[in-house]
Structure formats: structure tokens, C-alpha cells
């Protein structure tokens, strides 16, 4: 079984007519790592790698994960609603948003609905009713009806749904920027702390996804929000944890763990239950960003014993539970004993949230590999051969 990101690798290196030795030379790994990698036999599966490969092809990191196929075997329902989003962002950016100008607290309890339905993964939902609030948001937002509160929406709405949908199912880095850009523009007319971090978060994922984890981190690092509130302690809990993440990709080890200390004191005083701007911050929350953070710095061990201190029935919402069986899945497929016991992992992750699977490009690297190990003729190899179909890989 081939991997499509190995696939990829391996056409860009023989396109610039280079070698293994060269390649990898320049990214800092081994050419036999390399080859695993182009053949499947290895998942590719950290930021860092990513960015440090591209940097040797001389390639954006988006020319190596590329972007899912737009339709998985089998279909994803939400797939149908992508073009009315882009139209959507697409008609706001030329300033003719063509929506309703309806009162901010209708707008409201629509965009509330929607992040609700987001963090249910009911991402089908999401994409049929994002559209005309993007339309109405902005419209409403140029007649200058209940302004403040409408700009609080669009930071919330373009973050927390609009970027975060867009990602989940697997649409261009590119078209979830323009979210970003929305958001941050109406961060900045708005000109509240809290806000301001909000879009830094949206636009600090942004960054990493491109590679950019410098000016990332300089982002993270810019937002203020305090910790005056309970709101401001989750908010700034949340940059906290992207730090870590960030300082992961970076190999900072000393800025890595110190953000991930900052942002396990803070949760802690929080407690579980909040779900201030739809982060669901918490100390099982920041069980699962410590799993993922110790994934990017290759800690695979580690990530499953941090698994195994956090219970997932506490996690606030499917998407966050969703997380906690993908990076357990993630991290236990490294070790040949325990691969069965990462099926598994993947097979809940993907009955939760089946886009998280199918359109991630780590988890279809993770099951190319996992598929290219051999798979037993039990329930867990039909299991996994499942899930790599339904993925859109070959099988």
C-alpha cells in the first residue's frame, strides 16, 4: 500500500531530480527514514518534519500534505456545502455580501447554534447553515446595526466555526485564511483584549499550517487578554497550549513545557464545565493538548502515558473526545505490540468525528502506514481496511 503523502515526497524530490541522500541531507533525517517515508512504511506525521521536508524541496508544507480528496469513498454530506461557504467569504471580501441586516441578538442565537452543531462534529448541518450567516453577519455589519456586538459574532463565528470547519473537513489552508483575515479585521475595528486573542488563535493555526512558526509564535506572544475573568484565564489558557504546540515545532523544549505548566495552573483554576468562546478549556482539555504537543516532539511513549491519566467521558464536547482517541490512536501506532489497540483508537475517533479521519492528512498517513504493516484477517484488520477505504486510500 502506497501513502499519499509519500506519494508526493517522492514525485517532488524525483521532479527536482534529487536524491535521498540529498533531500534528506537538508531535512536533518536519514535517507532510510526518507524512504520509509515515501513508501508508506513510515506515517508523516509531525508540523516539524513537514515544514523541514518542504524547506528541502523548496515547496510550500501545503505541496506535501496537499489537501483530501473532495470526496472520500463513500461520500462526506458535507462536502456539498463547500462551494456556498467559499461564494460566501468570496461575496464578502468584494464588500456584497447580499445577506438580511437582522438585530445582533437574533444573529446570535443562530451563530450559537452553529458552534454548538461544530462542536458536535454535525459538520453536515454546519455547512448548510454557514453560509447565510456569513452573509447576514456582514451585512448587518455594513448598515452598522448593533456593531460591537455583531463584531464579537464575526471574531467567534470566522474562528470557531468558519476556519474551524474548514479545517475539519479538509478544504484548502487557503480558504480558511480568508476566514482568519475576516476575523482579524474585525478584531481590530472591535479593539477589545479578549477579542484580540480570540483571532490571534485563529490566525496562529493559520500560521502553523503554513510553516510560519515564527510569526506564530510572535502572534501568540502579542495577544493580551488577562486573566481577570474566568473567560480571560480560558482564552489565555488556550494561547498557552498553542504556544506549547508552536514551541513543539520549533524543538524549544524549556518554552514548550513552561507554556503547557502555564496553561495546566490556569486550568486548574477554572475547572471543567466552562466553555467560554467555545474552547472548552479545562484540565482534560489540556490532557489532550499535552498528548498532541508530545506527539509534535516525537514523544510517542510519553503521549500514551498521558492518555492514560485523562478520562475522556470529562472532555466538554465530541470534537475534544473526537482528539483524545485520534492522538491516542496516533501515538500507540508507533509500537508494533499495541497497533491493534490503535485501530481501535481510530475506528472511536472516526465514529465520533469521520472527517477527522478521512481528511487529516496525519491520520490518513498513520492508516497507509498502518495498512502497509500488513493487517490481519481478524475484526481489527476489516476494521482498519475500513477505514483506509473509506479514507480514500487504496486498499
Given at each position: 500500500m502506497s501513502s499519499p503523502i509519500g506519494n508526493r515526497l517522492r514525485e517532488l524530490r524525483k521532479a527536482q531530480g534529487k536524491s535521498l541522500t540529498v533531500i534528506s541531507g537538508l531535512a536533518g533525517i536519514?535517507?532510510?527514514?526518507?524512504?520509509?517515508?515515501?513508501?508508506?512504511?513510515?506515517?508523516?506525521?509531525?508540523?516539524s518534519l513537514v515544514v523541514a521536508l518542504a524547506n528541502a524541496l523548496?515547496?510550500?508544507?501545503?505541496?506535501?500534505?496537499?489537501?483530501?480528496?473532495?470526496?472520500?469513498?463513500?461520500?462526506?454530506?458535507?462536502?456539498?456545502?463547500?462551494?456556498?461557504?467559499?461564494?460566501?467569504?468570496?461575496?464578502?471580501?468584494?464588500?456584497?455580501?447580499?445577506?438580511?441586516?437582522?438585530?445582533?441578538?437574533?444573529?446570535?442565537?443562530?451563530?450559537?447554534?452553529?458552534l454548538t452543531k461544530q462542536r458536535e462534529c454535525d459538520y453536515a448541518l454546519v455547512g448548510t447553515l454557514l453560509p447565510q450567516l456569513i452573509r447576514d453577519l456582514h451585512a448587518t455589519l455594513d448598515a452598522r446595526r448593533d456593531e460591537r456586538e455583531v463584531l464579537r459574532l464575526l471574531v467567534t463565528t470566522h474562528v470557531q466555526g468558519t476556519q474551524a470547519w474548514l479545517s475539519d473537513i479538509g478544504a484548502s489552508m487557503d480558504l480558511a485564511w480568508q476566514a482568519v483575515s475576516l476575523a482579524q479585521r474585525a478584531a481590530e475595528r472591535l479593539d477589545e483584549p479578549l477579542y484580540g486573542a480570540v483571532s490571534a488563535f485563529g490566525t496562529s493555526f493559520g500560521l502553523i499550517g503554513a510553516g510560519g512558526f515564527d510569526m506564530a509564535a510572535r502572534t501568540l506572544a502579542a495577544a493580551a487578554p488577562g486573566t481577570a475573568t474566568s473567560a480571560d484565564m480560558q482564552v489565555s489558557g488556550m494561547l498557552s497550549l498553542t504556544s506549547s504546540l508552536v514551541s513543539a515545532a520549533q524543538k524549544d523544549n524549556t518554552q514548550r513545557v513552561a507554556a503547557l505548566d502555564h496553561a495546566a495552573d490556569l486550568a486548574v483554576h477554572v475547572g471543567e464545565g466552562n466553555n467560554a468562546l467555545w474552547f472548552g478549556f479545562g484540565p482534560s482539555n489540556v490532557g489532550v493538548w499535552r498528548m498532541s504537543v508530545a506527539l509534535e516532539a516525537g514523544e510517542h511513549a510519553d503521549a500514551i502515558k498521558i492518555a492514560e491519566t485523562v478520562d475522556p467521558t470529562a472532555l466538554p464536547t465530541p470534537t475534544r473526545r473526537s482528539a483524545y482517541y485520534r492522538e491516542y490512536g496516533r501515538a500507540l501506532a508507533r509500537f508494533p505490540k499495541r497497533r491493534d489497540e490503535a485501530v481501535m483508537m481510530l475506528r472511536r475517533a472516526e465514529k465520533i468525528s469521520p472527517a477527522r479521519i478521512h481528511r487529516h492528512p496525519f491520520m490518513r498517513s498513520i492508516l497507509a502506514e498502518l495498512v502497509a504493516k500488513g493487517t490481519k484477517q481478524d475484526a481489527v484488520g476489516r476494521e482498519l481496511r475500513g477505514m483506509a477505504y473509506r479514507s480514500g486510500l487504496r486498499v
Open positions: 536519514s535517507p532510510s527514514y526518507l524512504s520509509r517515508l515515501e513508501s508508506g512504511d513510515r506515517a508523516l506525521d509531525r508540523r523548496e515547496v510550500a508544507p501545503s505541496e506535501i500534505t496537499g489537501a483530501a480528496p473532495a470526496i472520500t469513498m463513500g461520500g462526506l454530506e458535507e462536502d456539498h456545502s463547500l462551494n456556498q461557504v467559499r461564494l460566501a467569504l468570496l461575496a464578502v471580501s468584494m464588500g456584497d455580501p447580499r445577506g438580511e441586516v437582522l438585530p445582533g441578538e437574533a444573529l446570535m442565537v443562530r451563530a450559537a447554534d452553529i
